[in-house]
């Protein structure tokens, strides 16, 4: 006769045991299942409280069962009753408390051009000519690496934080970059902050540098948080408008700074100038001459630079981008911001960074990392990784830079070629991918007694998204309260889209011209 082990029989009749007090324990929910939670709400015993997010208590032999038996669940709770004794209060609602308004330094900055213009993509869906992104995918080659980050078992880390200051990798590249770039050795753990995109390095660059009493020179149009952050760092803003020089204003080229009005706004309360080139919205590239009238007045009135740079590798042929850094003189006192979402068309990844001498980035790590403290990591990672093919690559016609900033070259030209035929009067950019577009000589056909916006442009702006579908920005936007009028009869429109809606957008002009 087989043995049988003594643990086996009693583990056989064990078994048994728990097979009745399983039936006892369906027995007892089924006359049950009609109890009361604390809650007033009728559930199963061993349901979970609603109101108090906590399992019921349970028979200990339950618990037992479900743990000796678990191919024996018990019967599942019933739902709840209709005839619940649940109640649901209505509260009265209160007016907002005073005590927690919106604070001061805030007040006059809730309106914002992209979150009004966002909603009305939203309820119109026209063709969205406004933001500044490709509507396609970006490079193969820094998605592929992303993914590659992203599924490296070999380095979990990089699904953690990094260095505050930036991921070692990526600072190294930058570093390598923009030296060979300024000609001066730059260095990675010192000299270069990532952040949550350009936007975080403008802030750090401001509230690090700029406080009470300054005066910080703005260049005009200017992208439109420039003002707003120096009005929350406690300074003031003086600004200084770029203007045609011809009567058709064709190019961006032609659109200059007059030095005698820039030369007096300079004076012992003058922090900082923040430039932008190539610049947002009208495509000017500042060259060398005018750089340097900017850099010699800084040096004499000890003035900081910030130097907004994000469309750097956007310039066409016959526009060189000089980097304002790389003047004599202008290391020690130039804060330079770049972007991965211009510079890979990756403005979803919010990645950008800063370089300059090591005590303006320090100053800039101070407010950096009492704010966001860290960016994401497997980015970095992919960005990192991308530079360093890029850096094999540059100055040659394989390089990624070179083939973006040829294909928008063609893509500028359609749209110039689309808003000439029209009737509009393009103001051809020599960097970044949007373009001004004089609208007037159309007024004939516009309406705009349906809006009622202060600013013309606005009003042609919304005017136009609703009766032909196709959304711009106004560029009255980028100018200070006291300047809007020089934008107002501009329309800013962006190019880096794909063919297919590039040609939307010529077919929609067509039928503008010809209504």
């Known amino acids: 006769m087989a043995f049988r082990s003594p643990f086996s029989i009693q583990s056989s009749t064990f078994a048994k045991l728990q097979q009745k007090k399983l039936l006892l324990l369906n027995s007892t929910l089924s006359r049950r299942q009609s109890a009361t939670c604390c809650c007033g709400q009728s559930v199963s015993p061993l349901s979970t409280c609603l109101t108090q997010s906590r399992r019921r208590p349970v028979w200990p032999f339950a618990r037992l069962i479900s743990t000796t038996m678990a191919d024996s669940a018990p019967a599942p709770a019933p739902e709840p009753s209709s005839s619940s004794n649940t109640t649901i209060i209505k509260e009265k609602l209160l007016p907002p408390n005073p005590k927690f308004s919106l604070d ?12 009004e213009f966002i909603e009305l993509n939203a309820q119109l869906k026209p063709l969205n000519l406004g933001q500044g992104f490709p509507d396609f995918m970006p490079a193969e080659s820094v998605v592929k690496e992303l993914a590659r980050a992203c599924e490296q078992e070999a380095e979990p880390l990089l699904h953690q934080y990094t260095r505050s200051m930036g991921h070692p990798r990526l600072v190294k590249a930058l570093a390598k970059l923009y030296s060979r770039l300024i000609g001066k050795d730059i260095n990675p753990n010192t000299e270069v902050l990532v952040t949550g995109g350009a936007y975080g390095s ?16 703005i260049v005009e149009p200017f992208f439109d948080c420039y003002e707003p952050l120096v009005k929350l760092a406690g300074g003031t ?11 058709m204003d064709d190019s961006s080229a032609t659109w200059k700074l007059d030095e005698a009005e820039l030369r007096s706004l300079f004076n012992e309360k003058t922090k900082a100038i923040i430039l932008n080139t190539p610049n947002n919205p009208l495509g000017k590239v500042f060259s060398r001459e005018e750089l340097t009238v900017i850099a010699e007045l800084c040096k004499e009135f000890n003035i900081l630079v910030i130097s907004d740079e994000v469309y750097e590798w956007l310039v066409y042929e016959g526009s060189d981008h000089v980097r304002i850094a790389s003047l004599p003189g202008m290391w020690e006192r130039t804060i330079t911001i770049g972007s991965a979402g211009k510079t890979f068309s990756l403005t979803g990844w919010k990645l950008g960074w800063s370089y300059g001498s090591a005590h303006l980035i320090k100053n800039m790590q101070v407010a950096h990392q009492n704010c966001v403290y860290t960016c994401q990591t497997p980015g970095q990672e992919a960005l990192a990784v991308s530079l360093e093919k890029e850096i094999k690559r540059l100055g040659t016609t394989n390089s990624f830079f070179y083939k973006m900033a040829t294909d928008l070259k063609r893509r500028r030209d359609m749209m110039a070629k689309a808003l000439k035929d029209t009737g509009m009067n393009p103001v051809v950019p020599e960097g970044g991918y949007f373009m001004l577009a004089n609208w007037t000589p159309m ?11 202060k600013c013309a442009d606005y009003r042609f702006v919304k005017w136009f998204a609703k009766k032909f579908k196709l959304l711009g920005i106004p560029p009255s936007a980028f100018y200070s309260e006291d300047h809007k009028h020089l934008g107002e009869s501009y329309i800013r429109l962006c190019f880096y889209k794909k063919t297919d809606t590039l040609q939307q957008a010529d077919e929609i002009l067509k039928q503008f011209k010809n209504s």
């Open 237 to 247: 803003p003086r600004f200084i408008s770029l203007k045609p020089v011809n009567v």
């Open 104 to 115: 001061t330094k805030y007040h006059g900055l809730e309106k914002n051009v992209w979150v």
């Open 202 to 217: 403008l802030f750090a660059a401001i509230m690090s540098h700029v406080g009470r009493g300054d005066e910080v020179i």
């Open 443 to 453: 007024e004939s056909k516009v309406d705009l007694s349906s809006e009622t916006d």
